[in-house]
């Protein structure tokens, strides 16, 4: 037998953590479970999905040693109705689990823990570590360019690549490309992928930890994300990430320095008529203006123009609105660059005088 006193708010929270891992359909029962670790080192919760697992160290008193493991979404729900202003007992057995919390009593069933998967990394681990809000920025910069279709394996995630004293994010769905990159003080050098599902995961570990700093441990099969009292355990897609340095531009014909904002605005204008229509706009660069058009055959015709500088040679290119305009909302300085090869080559977009960060969109021909 085994006992638990804890605050009722640190055990909603912690449970809160291990419980979004929990799938909602699993091929074995024990994976729909949170699993209780009473060790000499405190007491954890642990999910995991065989993608992705989480452990958490309950602040707590205790007595007693041992695993028992409990349906996860029960528990989750039981624990969200209880009042979060006092503390709860939670007592175990060989057949269940007891929980008070003021004049509210539970009795759940335990389940066998010997088959719950082992969520800890090899020994022989890399690491390194990066401030949670700069990772929440880096991911938030790429993973909206990330494939979608689970089924596009080697695009459906972000690809993490480290070396030279640099941490790169790259995502890119074919069409365009993100990639977001930061100083890091490592001399190894390694590349691996983590799938979409975990990048969103990863994502909300960073967001919650605000201002404190990260470890990231890598064992060449798994990546451990360690907090204060949360780690993270996420596996990598074992698939090849294209070579995004290919696509990458080498050199530019034209380059155009415009506001963000008003950039923004013109186009979410000309997608007025982009959407009913063709779904692509004409970008053409003159001397002092930057000119958008768009045109459908059923609803009419939209053109806008933007102040602009231009270096280089006029150019006209055609592209998907929807494309430009997320990435623009994803550059925070007042004004952006566009470089320009020609109309049949990548586009490359930028924060003017920002290193860190660019975007990369494939142009549409022009009809």
Known sequence: MAR??????ELVNKVTVVSKVVPSKVIKPILGCVLFDLTEDGVFLLAFDLETGVKAKLNCEYEG?????VDGKVFYEVVKTLPTDVGASLEVTPASLSIECGKSKFKLSVVDPSDFPEVSLSES????????????K??????????TDEFMRNLNGVYWELGNGFLRLVASDGFRLALAEERL???????????????KELMSVAESCGEKRLRFEYDGKRVGIIATDVETLVRIVEVEFPDYKRVLPKAFKTKVVASTNALVEALRR??????????????????????LSSRSPDFGEVTEEIEARKEGEDMIAAFNPKFLIEALRH????????NFIDSTSPLQMNPLDVEGYLYVVMPIRIV
């Open 4 to 9: 638990i006193a804890v605050d009722m708010q």
């Open 65 to 69: 040693f041992g695993r028992f493991a």
């Open 125 to 136: 681990s890399v690491s390194f570590e990066i401030d949670a809000n700069v990772l929440h």
């Open 138 to 147: 880096m991911i938030e910069k790429v993973i909206f360019c990330a494939a």
């Open 185 to 199: 003080e490592i001399q190894d050098e390694m590349g691996f992928l983590l799938s979409l599902k975990s990048m």
């Open 270 to 291: 000309t997608m007025v008529i982009a959407k009913r229509g063709s779904e692509s706009i004409r970008v053409e660069a003159m001397e002092s203006v930057l000119v």
């Open 331 to 338: 550059i925070e300085t007042d004004e952006v660059e566009l």
